[in-house]
């Protein structure tokens, strides 16, 4: 009789053949697009709780950052380890456990005394939950789509409009009626609905088999040794079984421990250990990726985008505030960003499954077009004028947002988007970490909440000028493939 274990085991994995592109993959994006709300749709509607927050405690622009910030950070450099984890166990167990996470983050967070503590609850902590959710979600994502994989992810990233639009009011309501700490003991039991988006993420058959093909491709070439007894690692091949005579005195030598002719043998078997060693941890970390040069570049675009990408959010509602624009007017200012967000993402993703044109040219144009947006800001006083901004500022958002995930599968192949998602992460940490502190210690210097646009704006210019710098990488790299095979051609030819 098969154990409890195994039967849950094969009641939870999805045939390929009925889920991929349809079927149960719809459950999984809509998982993506609660994930993507409940994470990156909250810290977008923080700009609410910033001003209660800086007001409460008395502290500067820079000091309140950092709470956004610490989080942002966190969600990326976790990232990594989100990945590894869910090779380890399993993309649903590791997504419940970090609902669990961020719901106490938020909780314990209502009863901070100083800012010190936000930084460590709603900052780290629920930063840390956060990774441990959406990373595993978009990897499995990306196993469940492969024809609609643009138009998937620009789907379940609108998540993050909506739940911004539905938020950033509910949170001013919330405040004006509990205080902030209430509003976030409430907020803190909205995040256990991370959890039931885990339970949806049924295990995918082709994404098993994609997570093991090394591990299985080192067995067959006889790398693996965890079947074979300890005792016989070490062993020399016995002779006699093999129908070979030998004396008693090659018998002794053999037995012998230090004999020379050992040697070899515990050579051979230390290497196909640590060949072993190797395959489990690419299995579960494939740091190899760090040796890839276009990898790298995106990696460095993820930088200096990330300096740019959560500063707008987190300041337009303090911005709109010191130009004497009214709470609740302020706050449907990221309501009229979200949903010409959700229009972009949805819009241009579409685009995108069109194969008009190649995805990291459309991903260069809507990024250099987001910067120039951003450095229009500080022009718009009035309401009206900031609307009109918030409008211009979420669509274009909303058009990078919408395929940079997929122009990241597209460089480093979908069998290697776990490990690749999670090392991207870890290097656009850092622009996670310094883009809201920067932009608030420019605010502090000049006091005047415009400065902090105009480093992100400068920000995402600089990271476009990387998707140049891949666009050629990527042509070189076609007319070398294009060249390669024009001489093989030959070759065939002259051969015939």
Known sequence: MDSPVKAQSRRSVVSPSEALDGGYAWFVLLSCFLVFGLTFGV??????????????????????????????????????????LSARYSHRSVVIMGGLICSLGIMLGAFARNITELYLTVGFLNGFGYALTWTPTVTMLGFYFEKRRPMANALSSSGECILTFVLTPLFQLLIDSFSWRGALLILGGLQLNLCVCGMLLRPLKASRDVGHASEVKAEEEGLSMELVPEEDQLKPMNQEEEGVEISADERTANACPEDPEEKPSLTKDSAAQRAELKTKIIRYVDYTLITNARFMVYSMFGVFAALGFFAPALFLVPYARSKGVEEYQAAALMSISAMLDLFGRVFFGWVANLRLVETVQQLTVTVTLLGTVILLCPLASSFTQLAVFSAAYGLVYGATVAIHITVL???????????????????????????????????????????GFLMAGVALIVSALFLLLLRQMSRRDQNTDAKNHDMNKELEQDVT
């Open 43 to 84: 810290v977008k509607a923080f700009g609410v709780f910033y001003v209660e927050i800086h007001r409460y405690f008395g502290t500067t622009a820079t000091g309140t950052s950092w709470i956004t910030s610490i989080a942002v950070a966190t969600i990326h450099v976790v990232a990594p380890l989100a990945s590894a």
């Open 409 to 451: 599968a597209e460089i480093v192949s979908i069998q290697r988007l776990g490990s690749a998602l999670g090392f991207f992460m870890l290097i656009r940490s850092s622009g996670g970490l310094l883009g809201p502190p920067i932009a608030g210690f420019f605010i502090d210097k000049m006091s005047d909440y415009g400065t």
